[in-house]
């Protein structure tokens, strides 16, 4: 707070909402970091709470946006822009604007005067967000000739980037052997990380180890109870980042995935497993709200629900009007009109 008291002074007034998107979208469609920065400088309003909660309410609308097609894969490139430029705002709250930006504008700096001119074509196409998961073999391809030019030696933090793109495109590729592919996107997922450290780049490396716990969920080679495992032990992972305290969004939606993990395990006790499970939903629903997230507060309410219903501890007959009660509060948003899918299952 003391770098705020001396960027702020004293001014108290909150900043204007309409003002406040116009310039966060401008930050985020900024050029360079150096263009980012200026704005920073020129608007400190951006390092206001208010604008954190903006950015946040931005990237559950971009999560909302992809129900109803694969879970949230089409927007996952502006899901991480967004997220990108939220957490480097959070460092310039608690470091100071020259501080969070030294780093990222000496990278560029450095590595753009490297980077061929077929190579910079190829990022500019990576960098628009896919039409739709029919796009995903060509994103593979496009991975792949990226990191055919890319030099882990000479630019790590651009080649392990690389490697999550290439891993979140086979997790979505519908061409070849689903099987396969969710194992490239694990391999690819695990090189990223080998760079993507905690200590280097924190929240690149959990939002990672929360793409990697998917994937093993989703596995299909290998025991299914130890995929499981796996999947349980990156999401508690990376909740060690995604604090409730830090990243309040991130966190109720790590914590819903965890629920879902641990409602499917298979080792320990099925019961235990389950009230686990009816904790961590419980828990997201302090953050996911009908009022602030009612799309992904149903959903929840949904899962929650069956957790109820499949419940071994408490009475049998408790656990069942709970379920029914969650079902019902669920289709008060999930209606017939708005979300017919959704409101018939």
Request: charged letters at 25%.
């Amino acid at each position: 707070m003391g770098f705020l008291s001396k960027l702020f002074g004293r001014r108290s007034r909150r900043p204007n909402p309409q003002q406040l998107l116009e310039t966060s979208l401008s930050f985020i469609a900024a050029d360079t970091w150096d263009e980012s920065r200026r704005i920073v400088e020129a608007h400190p309003e951006l390092l206001s709470d208010e604008a954190d909660a903006l950015l946040g309410r931005i990237i559950e609308q971009i999560r909302v946006g992809a129900q109803g097609t694969a879970p949230d894969e089409e927007t996952q490139r502006a899901l991480r822009l967004f997220e990108q430029h939220r957490a480097l705002l959070r460092r310039c709250r608690e470091v100071g604007v020259e501080a969070a930006f030294a780093e990222l504008v000496a990278s560029q700096h450095t590595a753009t005067p490297q980077i061929p001119s077929a190579l910079r074509s190829i990022l500019e196409e990576l960098s628009r967000p896919p039409r739709s998961i029919l796009n995903m073999p060509h994103r593979v391809e496009l991975c792949r000739q990226a990191l055919a030019l890319v030099s882990r030696a000479e630019n790590p933090t651009l080649w392990a980037a690389l490697q999550v793109e290439l891993g979140n495109s086979m997790a979505q590729n519908p061409r070849g052997e689903r099987a396969e592919n969710i194992e490239r996107a694990i391999q690819a997922y695990q090189q990223a990380l080998e760079v993507m450290t905690r200590e280097a780049m924190p929240v690149e490396w959990a939002t990672t180890m929360m793409n990697l716990a998917t994937a093993y969920s989703n596995r299909i080679r290998g025991e299914r109870a130890e995929n499981i495992e796996r999947a349980i032990q990156a999401y508690q992972q990376a909740l060690e980042v995604r604090t409730r305290e830090a990243m309040p969004v991130e966190w109720a939606q790590t914590m819903n995935n965890l629920a879902a993990a641990y409602s499917n395990r298979i080792r320990g006790e099925r019961a235990e497993n389950i009230e686990r499970a009816i904790q961590a939903y419980q828990q997201a629903l302090e953050v996911m709200t009908r009022e602030a997230m009612p799309v992904e507060w149903a959903q929840t309410m949904n899962n929650l629900a069956t957790a109820y219903r499949n419940r071994i501890r408490g009475e049998r007959a408790e656990n069942i009007e709970r379920a029914i009660q969650a079902y019902q509060q669920a289709l008060e948003v999930r209606t017939r009109e708005a979300m017919p899918v959704e409101w018939a299952q």
